[in-house]
């Protein structure tokens, strides 16, 4: 097993205080019922921002918890690499928004895009970062307003998602605690199972892409569902081949949180109990990229991330992307 080369010393969330239950969607239209969303997916309520409540501001509150818990100011932050697929503006990032409202002077702040594993992802470039010496401390969160790109009159779809942001400060280990392991995969052959089809450089925004919904979430659910169970549990086996460990060296594993089922699965085929399987997606839905920090987050608090743990955390999001880490916290 490598020697850890960088930890995370804080956690933090940014959570919109609305919450939409299953029982909700009568009134907006979709023909659904509570029953069929928690037998599919699990998912009994999710947090959606309503208007003032941004990717950034979100972002922000959970980078201002993260910084706290680890006694780290602003002007310490050597970067900020927020993961989203829910930018609040095309141009510029919207890390740089970030950066601004921290007030993170000394920071280099970009965008990554790697839908639901985008946060996974984010954390293996800033371990890279810290590796080769451009940056000691990093700011690392996930930011989504799902909400504001899926097409709520899809019952298929708008069911699923939430929104919210984890945030996590990376720092150069000092101790044997920190990043033991991780691997990222990309297909972009399968790109058309879950996506945005219009309202980027190639179809841009017009009336037409208005009238279609075109610009708004489309996803081919069995065909997603399929892949997400096979890349996860293939995430899973990796991450734990590199920091040469079983399932059963792993205290808590922490899926991305889309659906109860495909967790179940990737779970099963680890071998890890249920018990240790960290599940949140009956509150929240999924929040995308920033599902896995809101979950770190809720069991540190809780305690069920104790010091010592060893996490293992795997994703799956449109790309296709998947990718998973190993931490001991
Ligand atoms: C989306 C998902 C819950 C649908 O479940 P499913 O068992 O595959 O259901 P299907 O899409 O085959 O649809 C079954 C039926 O339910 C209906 N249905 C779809 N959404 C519904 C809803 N919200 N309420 C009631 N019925 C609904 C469909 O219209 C379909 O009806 P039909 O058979 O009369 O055509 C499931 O495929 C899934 O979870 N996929 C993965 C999605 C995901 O996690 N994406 C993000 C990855 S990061």
């Not at 702040?109 to 800033?126: K, N, P």
């Not at 734990?240 to 495909?262: E, F, S, Y």
Request: charged residues 20%; contains cysteine; hydrophobic residues 45%.
């Amino acid at each position: 097993m490598k020697r850890p080369i960088a930890a995370v010393i804080g956690t933090g969330r940014g959570i919109p205080l609305t919450v939409m239950t299953n029982h909700d969607f009568a009134a907006i239209g979709i023909e659904t019922s509570h029953e069929w969303i928690v037998e599919r997916s699990g998912i009994v309520e999710r947090h959606i921002a309503q208007d003032g409540e941004t990717t950034c501001s979100m972002a922000a509150t959970a980078a201002r918890a993260a910084m706290e818990k680890a006694s780290v100011q602003a002007g310490q932050l050597d970067a900020i690499i927020l993961s989203t697929a829910t930018a609040d503006r095309l141009l510029p990032s919207t890390a740089v928004d970030l950066q601004a409202e921290l007030g993170a002077s000394r920071a280099a702040a970009f965008d990554i895009g790697a839908a639901c594993s985008g946060w996974l992802y984010a954390m293996t470039v800033a371990e890279g970062m810290i590796a080769t010496g451009v940056a000691e401390t990093i700011l690392v969160v996930g930011s989504e307003k799902m909400s504001s790109i899926i097409d709520w009159k899809d019952r298929a779809t708008c069911v699923l998602f939430g929104d919210g942001a984890g945030a996590v400060i990376l720092q150069r280990a000092k101790t044997g605690k920190g990043i033991l392991s991780s691997f990222m995969r990309s297909d972009g052959q399968l790109a058309n199972l879950l996506y945005r089809p219009a309202g980027g450089a190639a179809i841009p925004m017009s009336a037409q892409v208005l009238e279609e919904r075109t610009h708004l979430v489309k996803m081919a659910g069995r065909e997603v569902f399929k892949h997400a169970v096979r890349s996860m549990s293939e995430a899973a086996d990796r991450a734990l081949d590199i920091a040469r460990l079983t399932g059963a060296d792993i205290d808590l594993m922490i899926p991305h949180q889309a659906n109860v089922r495909i967790i179940e699965a990737t779970a099963k085929h680890s071998s890890i109990p249920m018990d240790k399987v960290y599940v949140n997606v009956d509150r929240f839905g999924n929040t995308s990229s920033a599902s896995i920090p809101i979950a770190i987050d809720e069991a540190m608090e809780k305690g069920v991330i104790r010091e010592g743990s060893t996490v293992l955390m795997v994703a799956f999001g449109a790309g296709f992307t998947w990718a998973s880490m190993i931490i001991r916290f």
